[in-house]
């Protein structure tokens, strides 16, 4: 067989024609059949581009300067944009995100799954698309001028100063801005992480959507926080909403955020906010949904895919805190949670408590091997929801949930290839894929949320 050549080399500067976008949001360009991936271009857009990297199948290229613009692309909103690496798509206009992503889970479908005849509806969008996200966290460094919080360069560990992200609520960049401002006046240094010394390595602010109620949390290096007197004293006179403020110890040399050691300084250990009329307690560390307003329109698109009446028992898989239990427990007999991480399943119960569901038990375990345990105990589920994390879910989960015969499967999906993955094996055990909705949970970001609705088909 011939070898086959590849008809670029690195640093050639040539024109191409972006013919569609990956997952991740760069162009797809065609060289005499070799593919080259280069971000920033947008499909129908031409451009001159240099090519950085080649490798056998595929190479990498820069865009240098476009020859013809696509009608889709718009000048970025937000300043930092470019160095920023938080969203990938702001170049891109909100209707042609949409589009792209309705296109990215039909393909992932057909490709993977087959499954080129399910309906794709259209994304449901944000409108507006700005200013969703209920959770800041935020790296500090330290320049001549005095502390800096922000973001880090792309692919870099170097702290960029920050004032606003166009994608975060208003209220956690000004409680940022002003935390910052506070431990700079009080001389509190901030965490070297070449060096492993200073203190304050990280703030977080968290904030109630519907209830107004803000969270701030400092992590530092350092058992002690400097200070903490007169920290707390500002803090609470100059943001009136706050209602906790967390002290989180992280010692070591690492990534992660948080350490082992919480401690609430100032107020209560929660924060709460809703999620349509069930009621949250969000802690520091607990996880919950970023966009609450996205998300309540993926829940309700769950729930009436669901289409309980009142008598069925719902199993709930990957359930998290509860949040789409919560949703279900009220329309169903009896709903059964299960989560791998033991402080959700805590949170879960504890939000089941507060809004007064007594028909929802959770439980703590592998989905794969607790719902099979389930299912020898007799448990039978009308319906069976999952919501797995961006690998899908476990094999031996969706032979128990072939095996277990419900009427209908809602798959809630962050991760189209593996939808599409998991979906033929249910269709190939009897299900059949009815209709998908992608709902954008999260604008300017690549990332895809999708609700499908399976029913078992009747022989
Ligand atoms: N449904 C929830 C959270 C979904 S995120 C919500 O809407 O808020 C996916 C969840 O799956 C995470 O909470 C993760 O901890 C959990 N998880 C990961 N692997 C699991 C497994 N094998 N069994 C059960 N839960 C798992």
Redesign the pocket.
């Known amino acids: 067989m011939a070898k086959q050549t590849i008809p670029v080399q690195k640093n050639d500067i040539i024109e191409v024609e972006f013919q569609d976008m990956t997952h991740d949001g760069s162009g797809v360009a065609k060289v005499n059949g070799y593919t080259l991936f280069v971000p920033y271009g947008l499909p129908g857009e031409k451009a001159k581009v240099k090519v950085l990297k080649t490798k056998k199948a595929y190479g990498y290229g820069k865009l240098l300067q476009l020859t013809s613009e696509s009608e889709f692309r718009t000048e970025p909103s937000c300043p930092i944009y470019n160095q920023c690496g938080g969203c990938q798509l702001q170049h891109l206009t909100y209707e042609g995100q949409l589009n792209y992503k309705q296109k990215q889970v039909q393909d992932a479908l057909a490709r993977i799954g087959g499954l080129e005849h399910v309906h794709v509806h259209p994304v449901i969008g944000m409108e507006p698309p700005w200013r969703y996200r209920n959770k800041a966290q935020v790296p500090v460094g330290e320049e001549e001028a005095g502390l800096i919080a922000g973001f880090y360069q792309k692919s870099s560990h170097r702290i960029i100063n920050m004032e606003a992200c166009l994608i975060q609520e208003e209220s956690n960049d000004q409680v940022v801005n002003i935390v910052k401002r506070i431990a700079n006046d009080l001389g509190i240094s901030a965490y070297d992480e070449q060096e492993h010394r200073g203190v304050l390595r990280h703030i977080i602010a968290k904030y109630g959507k519907q209830t107004k109620e803000i969270m701030v949390v400092l992590i530092t290096k350092t058992k002690d926080l400097p200070h903490k007197k007169q920290l707390i004293e500002r803090i609470t006179k100059e943001i009136p909403n706050v209602k906790s403020i967390v002290h989180n110890v992280n010692p070591k040399r690492t990534n992660v955020i948080f350490g082992d050691e919480t401690s609430t300084i100032w107020g209560e250990p929660y924060i709460y906010d809703y999620i349509g009329d069930i009621k949250f307690a969000i802690s520091a560390r607990s996880?919950?949904?970023v966009n609450p307003v996205q998300?309540k329109v993926?829940?309700d698109k769950a729930l009436e895919y669901a289409a309980l009446t009142g008598k069925e028992t719902v199993i709930?898989?990957?359930?998290?805190?509860?949040?789409?239990?919560l949703f279900l427990a009220k329309q169903a007999h009896k709903v059964y949670g299960?989560?791998?991480?033991g402080e959700?399943i805590a949170d879960a119960k504890r939000n089941a408590r507060l809004n007064h569901i007594e028909n929802a038990e959770f439980a703590v375990?592998?989905?794969?091997?607790?719902i099979p345990w389930w299912h020898k105990q007799g448990i039978q589920a009308a319906v069976i929801?999952v919501?797995?994390?961006r690998?899908g879910c476990?094999e031996v989960?969706l032979k128990t949930i072939i095996a277990m015969n419900p009427e209908r499967i809602v798959y809630?999906s962050?991760n189209p290839a593996t939808l599409a993955r998991d979906l033929r094996i249910l269709e190939d055990g009897g299900f059949e894929t009815k209709e998908v909705q992608p709902v954008d949970m999260f604008p300017h970001t690549t990332h895809v949320e999708c609700v499908a609705l399976m029913s078992r088909v009747e022989k």
Do not use: H
């Open positions: 996880f919950y949904q998300t993926l829940y709930d898989a990957y359930c998290g805190i509860g949040t789409i239990s299960v989560e791998i991480v959700a375990g592998q989905a794969e091997k607790v929801v919501d797995p994390p690998k476990d989960l809630v962050c």
